[in-house]
């Protein structure tokens, strides 16, 4: 089949293109719109879930919040996060004990002593602080006391160091009043730069907790974005774009699928449905109404057989009532001689008849006539030197 024979067969069938072309481009928009909403109504069951894990989540953040803000507003936590625990004022003194340096280094380092003095000079900075920075090492051996004293800078190494040296002294008199007075002497004492362990383990503690405490706030808002992008997600629009794409495919599925019903129809139908089907056969005419497919047959069959005076048959494939009409119609209104035939396939004298006609005039019904027995037909007329003019169709 050649493109104009396309087209033609088409648009004898637009109806049939049209309502499968609609009828896919309609079926294909609601199956989607149906499955969006049965989607929408199944997605609808889960935002209770999802907003409760919301709440929860925001529960968590929350209290975690709370946390972070103690920790903001911890004294310890502020002043040592600011300091450079590689690089404290250092101040060191080594006094000489005569006897009992293990008792001086027992009362010197009991917490209970620092607690007191940190209390009665009403010191700012925490005592777990100031016991950090504030150290107490007895060598029984040398019978030596060394006292560390650090400080973020003079000012605080100062204070620090009045306070060192009233722990002393109230262990001094603490180790006298029970086992009486012993020698004591200055060895050394001297200032320098020098880095704090507990401190560094102490500011990498609480830099650690705190960077846990902002991530798991992190990885809390994230999940609240994920579970509140899930519901923001969960909407519905009859006539959405994606609606409108699956109409336009379903459209051009149908013009398919139509293509496909015509073409096979005209392939694989064994009854004639349409002159394309034939494209060697030349039509007069067709038509529902024989007396007028008859007068409109006139003109094309006189320029089809021009000035002949041989014998024309007027035949068929199949034994049709109309092929009586349309003889007499043209035998009135042309001077041709024209031969009804009749079904050439009925009897052998019709079949002999054939033989003696130069050319002949076929009358058909669609979907009546089969495609087989007219070229069958044809071959025979082609067989035997007889031309077709042309052929009348009754619908």
């Not at 001094?172 to 086992?179: E, F, P």
């Given at each position: 089949?050649d493109?104009?024979?396309?087209?033609?067969?088409?648009?004898?069938?637009?109806?049939?293109?049209?309502?499968?072309?609609?009828?896919?481009?309609?079926?294909?928009?609601?199956?989607?719109?149906?499955?969006?909403?049965?989607?929408?109504?199944?997605?609808?069951?889960?935002?209770?879930?999802?907003?409760?894990?919301i709440?929860?989540?925001?529960?968590?953040?929350?209290n975690?919040?709370?946390?972070?803000?103690?920790?903001?507003?911890?004294?310890?936590?502020?002043?040592i996060?600011?300091?450079?625990s590689?690089?404290?004022?250092?101040?060191?003194?080594?006094?000489?004990?005569?006897?009992?340096?293990?008792?001086?280094n027992?009362v010197?380092?009991?917490i209970?002593?620092?607690?007191?003095?940190?209390e009665?000079?009403?010191?700012?900075?925490?005592?777990?602080?100031?016991?950090?920075?504030?150290?107490?090492?007895?060598?029984?051996?040398?019978?030596?006391?060394?006292?560390?004293?650090?400080?973020?800078?003079?000012?605080?190494?100062?204070?620090?160091?009045?306070?060192?040296?009233?722990?002393?002294?109230?262990?001094?008199?603490?180790?006298?009043?029970?086992?009486?007075?012993?020698?004591?002497?200055?060895?050394?004492?001297?200032?320098?730069?020098?880095?704090?362990?507990?401190?560094?383990?102490?500011?990498?503690?609480?830099?650690?907790?705190?960077?846990?405490?902002?991530?798991?706030?992190?990885?809390?808002?994230?999940?609240?974005?994920?579970?509140?992008?899930?519901?923001?997600?969960?909407?519905?629009?009859?006539?959405?774009?994606?609606?409108?794409?699956?109409?336009?495919?379903?459209?051009?599925?149908?013009?398919?699928?139509?293509?496909?019903?015509?073409?096979?129809?005209?392939?694989?139908?064994?009854k004639?449905?349409?002159?394309?089907?034939?494209?060697?056969?030349?039509?007069?005419?067709?038509?529902?109404?024989?007396?007028?497919?008859?007068?409109?047959?006139?003109?094309?069959?006189?320029?089809?057989?021009?000035?002949?005076?041989?014998?024309?048959?007027?035949?068929?494939?199949?034994?049709?009532?109309?092929?009586?009409?349309?003889?007499?119609?043209?035998?009135?209104?042309?001077?041709?001689?024209?031969?009804?035939?009749?079904?050439?396939?009925?009897?052998?004298?019709?079949?002999?008849?054939?033989?003696?006609?130069?050319?002949?005039?076929?009358?058909?019904?669609?979907?009546?006539?089969?495609?087989?027995?007219?070229?069958?037909?044809?071959?025979?007329?082609?067989?035997?030197?007889?031309?077709?003019?042309g052929?009348?169709?009754?619908?």
């Amino acid at each position: 089949m050649d493109l104009s024979t396309l087209i033609k067969y088409s648009h004898k069938n637009i109806k049939l293109i049209v309502v499968v072309v609609l009828c896919c481009a309609v079926l294909a928009g609601a199956v989607k719109i149906l499955t969006d909403y049965t989607k929408y109504n199944e997605e609808k069951t889960n935002i209770e879930a999802l907003q409760s894990e919301i709440d929860s989540l925001n529960s968590q953040k929350n209290n975690l919040l709370a946390e972070k803000s103690d920790f903001d507003g911890d004294e310890r936590y502020k002043y040592i996060k600011g300091i450079d625990s590689a690089s404290l004022q250092k101040y060191t003194t080594v006094y000489y004990i005569e006897k009992n340096v293990a008792l001086y280094n027992t009362v010197i380092n009991d917490i209970n002593l620092l607690a007191d003095i940190h209390e009665e000079n009403n010191l700012t900075l925490p005592l777990d602080i100031v016991d950090i920075f504030i150290d107490f090492t007895a060598s029984t051996e040398y019978r030596t006391l060394t006292i560390h004293v650090y400080g973020q800078n003079k000012d605080d190494l100062g204070v620090l160091k009045n306070i060192a040296e009233k722990c002393f002294e109230r262990a001094k008199n603490t180790v006298s009043s029970t086992l009486g007075s012993s020698i004591i002497m200055l060895i050394s004492e001297r200032e320098s730069l020098s880095s704090n362990t507990s401190l560094t383990n102490m500011q990498k503690a609480y830099n650690t907790e705190y960077a846990a405490l902002e991530k798991s706030i992190s990885e809390i808002d994230k999940q609240i974005t994920e579970k509140q992008s899930l519901i923001d997600k969960v909407t519905y629009e009859p006539f959405n774009k994606e609606s409108i794409q699956y109409s336009v495919l379903g459209l051009i599925l149908g013009l398919f699928l139509a293509y496909v019903l015509i073409l096979g129809r005209f392939y694989l139908s064994r009854k004639l449905i349409g002159i394309e089907q034939l494209p060697k056969l030349n039509l007069f005419s067709s038509g529902t109404d024989i007396n007028r497919v008859s007068q409109e047959a006139l003109v094309p069959v006189i320029y089809a057989c021009g000035k002949t005076t041989d014998p024309i048959g007027i035949t068929s494939s199949e034994n049709l009532d109309s092929i009586n009409t349309v003889s007499k119609y043209l035998k009135e209104n042309t001077d041709y001689d024209l031969r009804q035939l009749g079904n050439i396939f009925d009897s052998a004298d019709i079949a002999k008849s054939l033989l003696d006609c130069k050319g002949i005039i076929l009358v058909e019904k669609y979907k009546l006539s089969q495609i087989r027995k007219i070229e069958k037909l044809l071959e025979i007329c082609k067989n035997n030197n007889i031309a077709v003019y042309g052929a009348i169709v009754v619908e």
